[in-house]
């Protein structure tokens, strides 16, 4: 089983709807957690921590899932600037990326 | 804002040569990183650094890379014989102290290495 596995995708929704997906990972020893993004080429963008208790920045809510070991991104009200690849990370004694979820908003 | 900065944007070397690639971290930051993602692939970890040593590092990190941070501000990766499969772009990220801001790594814009 992959450290970290994600849905690649991609995820093609209309602006102004909401879009979720998850990350499992497979130690249950990993201690954070966070999301990225990844725009064509560039470098991942810190999106967000993921906190034990869930946590919400905007229009962005992540939540983290320990017993099932899976954390989840869902973004509502979707803009056509969400369209990118959405990175996990997971940190245990070493820090493994996702290969990405890839979401692109449609006007 | 302040951000970590790599140079060079895009590096062309034959195979055997030896590269460095250079990064600039943000200024307070004291953990430093690699990391590496063939084109069409996942981000993935090569080296962490703090208090001028390596702290961790993986598979993927054998005895032609190393790393240095020959002053206070630069951090350099080193490739000794480059192969083909060394082409990838290379990515420096820093952190704060892990106490305040466990692993918010901050990536530099990267820099596209082409073995040929």
């Known amino acids: 089983r992959k450290e970290v596995e994600q849905d690649p995708g991609p995820f093609n929704v209309p602006e102004g709807a909401t879009v979720a997906f998850n990350c499992t990972y497979s130690n249950s020893a990993s201690q954070s957690f966070f999301w990225y993004r990844q725009d064509c080429r560039k470098e991942p963008k810190l999106l967000m921590s993921?906190?034990?208790s869930g946590n919400e920045d905007g229009r962005f809510t992540a939540q983290l899932n320990r017993a099932s070991q899976y954390i989840s991104l869902l973004i509502r009200d979707s803009k056509l600037s969400d369209s990118a690849t959405y990175l996990c990370v997971v940190i245990d004694y070493k820090l493994s990326f996702g290969a990405g979820t890839t979401v692109t908003v449609r006007a | 804002e302040p951000e970590v900065t790599q140079t060079p944007s895009h590096q062309v070397t034959q195979m055997g040569q030896e590269v460095i690639l250079r990064c600039v971290p943000i200024s307070n930051h004291l953990y430093f990183y690699w990391y590496r993602q063939i084109l069409g692939q996942k981000v993935e970890f090569l080296v962490s650094?703090?208090?001028?040593?390596?702290?961790?590092k993986s598979e993927i990190f054998d005895d032609q890379f190393s790393v240095e941070r020959p002053d206070g501000s630069n951090f350099t990766l080193k490739i000794r014989s480059t192969k083909l499969e060394d082409s990838a772009m290379y990515f420096c990220?820093?952190?704060?102290?892990?106490?305040?801001?466990?692993?918010?790594?901050?990536f530099g814009p990267g820099t596209r290495l082409t073995v040929t």
């Open positions: 990220a820093s952190s704060e102290a892990q106490e305040r801001s466990p692993y918010e790594q901050y």
């Open positions: 993921v906190y034990s």
């Open positions: 650094f703090y208090n001028n040593e390596i702290s961790e």
